[in-house]
């Protein structure tokens, strides 16, 4: 009887998984302009950063989401013990910290999506696929971002020229903090739109570069 039990729940859930799949819920997938933005990194993947006075960091990769397709939830918690679901969407989280210090305290975190450009609609209208547009952010633990830590990339923002070594970049966005303090004392950071942080500044006068981009 288990047996049988068993084998009308696994029916139930493959048929429930298949209808979900091949139910036409809108789905806002990368596009390609989106995946020529979204960093590559492999899963033993290690950036280094060094100063005018030869010091080092390294920031080897934490984690690493394996699958782009997420489905979009709302409703969890004590009040909402049931979970909506909503439109599919692609997603990519790229985490590193740094072995020199505190992990939970200095890292460095990538996320890249498409979202719909009216999500209450989206959510409303989960068979009707709406505009969408592709969203870039990045949390150092030692910047101050906005209100949440964060920087958002803006594709649209004029970018500068920076040499490293014998490399020039020439895709940079500078960003400056709104405020430093002991904890986030990072002044200034370089992002270069196809390679990701290249470089910081800090209260120090201490500007780190990157050195090392390996696998």
Same mark, same amino acid.
């Given at each position: 009887?288990?047996?049988?039990?068993?084998?009308?729940?696994?029916?139930?859930?493959?048929?429930?998984?298949?209808?979900?799949?091949?139910?036409?819920?809108?789905?806002?997938?990368? =596009?390609?302009?989106?995946?020529?933005?979204?960093?590559?990194?492999?899963?033993?993947?290690?950036?280094?950063?060094? $100063?005018? $006075?030869? =010091?080092?960091?390294?920031?080897?990769?934490?984690?690493?989401?394996? =699958?782009?397709?997420?489905?979009?939830?709302? &409703?969890?918690?004590?009040?909402?013990?049931?979970?909506?679901?909503?439109?599919?969407?692609?997603?990519?989280?790229? $985490?590193?910290?740094?072995?020199?210090?505190?992990?939970?305290?200095?890292?460095?975190?990538?996320?890249?999506?498409?979202?719909?450009?009216?999500?209450?609609?989206?959510?409303?209208?989960?068979?009707?696929?709406?505009?969408?547009?592709?969203?870039?952010?990045?949390?150092?633990?030692?910047?101050?971002?906005?209100?949440?830590?964060?920087?958002?990339?803006?594709?649209?923002?004029?970018?500068?020229?920076?040499?490293?070594?014998?490399?020039?970049?020439?895709?940079?966005?500078?960003?400056?903090?709104?405020?430093?303090?002991?904890?986030?004392?990072?002044?200034?950071?370089?992002?270069?739109?196809?390679? &990701?942080?290249?470089?910081?500044?800090?209260?120090?006068?201490?500007?780190?570069?990157?050195?090392?981009?390996?696998?």
């Amino acid at each position: 009887m288990k047996k049988v039990t068993l084998l009308c729940f696994l029916l139930v859930f493959m048929s429930c998984s298949l209808s979900d799949k091949d139910s036409g819920i809108a789905y806002y997938h990368h =596009e390609q302009s989106d995946i020529n933005r979204i960093l590559n990194y492999s899963k033993n993947h290690t950036l280094a950063f060094k $100063n005018q $006075n030869d =010091e080092i960091l390294n920031f080897p990769i934490d984690k690493i989401s394996d =699958e782009y397709k997420t489905r979009y939830a709302t &409703g969890f918690g004590f009040f909402s013990p049931a979970a909506s679901y909503h439109y599919f969407y692609d997603n990519k989280d790229i $985490n590193f910290y740094s072995t020199d210090t505190d992990p939970y305290q200095f890292n460095l975190k990538y996320n890249f999506y498409r979202w719909p450009d009216d999500y209450e609609t989206a959510k409303e209208n989960i068979y009707t696929k709406q505009t969408s547009s592709f969203y870039a952010y990045l949390d150092f633990s030692l910047f101050n971002g906005d209100s949440y830590g964060r920087v958002k990339i803006d594709y649209n923002k004029p970018k500068s020229t920076l040499t490293i070594g014998n490399k020039t970049y020439t895709n940079v966005f500078i960003f400056k903090a709104k405020k430093t303090t002991n904890t986030r004392n990072v002044t200034t950071l370089y992002y270069d739109e196809f390679e &990701g942080v290249i470089g910081f500044d800090d209260l120090k006068n201490l500007e780190w570069r990157l050195i090392s981009n390996y696998n």
